[in-house]
């Protein structure tokens, strides 16, 4: 079984749109982090959270907003879907600072 | 400038042959380091981990770090056609800070 799930795998969106990509881990891991990576930009942080009282933005948090629910679930949602935010999106994990993360199966989003 | 710089490649290696990829970092407080390998449209994977100078090794892995040159570097011996991947350094360094590389591509022939 995948340590750490993403649902959809795959979504296709019109723009205006909401969307919420959702991400679960079953490898106790308190520290959860949304990426997206786009073709020569590599992966870049949206947002990140210690636990559930803990959310923080990353480098491109505009126009995405995340919900920790539990430990083990954190949501990334898309309050208005524009094209650029077309990309493949991650959920990844880790157990604390300076530890390695371990990265969900990933959403390919397209917005049209 | 980014912080983790690391050639795009195609770095195209013959199988059986050593494929040597490289990283520098610019962040001094960088304490962890990382190395996971990425198949297209899929998420990256774990390969090795390091946090002192010197070489690790696993299996056909070796990590090498330098602190005091701020590099790091991964050699895959005996390659594969199933190598092929885009390989991403990470480092760790301040308060939760991890920054990936762009990644580079390797080739290996058959």
């Known amino acids: 079984d995948a340590d750490v799930t993403q649902t959809p795998r795959n979504r296709i969106t019109k723009t205006g749109k909401r969307i919420m990509l959702e991400c679960s881990q079953t490898?106790?891991?308190?520290?959860m982090y949304w990426y997206r990576q786009d073709p020569g930009l590599g992966l870049r942080l949206i947002y990140y959270?210690?636990?559930?009282?803990?959310?923080n933005k990353g480098e491109i948090s505009d126009g995405y907003s995340v919900s920790r629910q539990a430990q083990a679930k954190f949501s990334l949602s898309l309050e208005s879907a524009i094209p650029n935010q077309t990309a493949l999106y991650f959920c990844a994990t880790s157990l604390g600072i300076g530890y390695e993360q371990y990265f969900g199966p990933g959403t390919r989003l397209t917005v049209t | 400038q980014k912080e983790v710089e690391q050639n795009s490649g195609p770095l195209s290696v013959p199988e059986g042959a050593i494929a040597s990829l490289n990283c520098t970092y610019s962040?001094?407080?960088?304490?962890?380091f990382f190395w996971y390998r990425q198949y297209s449209g899929k998420s990256p994977e774990l390969i090795m981990s390091i946090y002192s100078n010197g070489d690790k090794e696993d299996g056909r892995f070796t990590a090498q770090l330098n602190k005091a040159s701020q590099y790091v570097s991964l050699l895959i011996r005996d390659s594969q056609p199933s190598d092929s991947a885009t390989y991403l350094c990470a480092s760790s360094g301040g308060y939760q800070k991890v920054t990936f590389g762009t990644g580079t591509k390797l080739q290996v022939i058959p």
């Open positions: 962040d001094r407080g960088s304490q962890s």
């Open positions: 490898k106790g891991h308190d520290r």
């Open positions: 959270s210690f636990d559930v009282k803990d959310i």
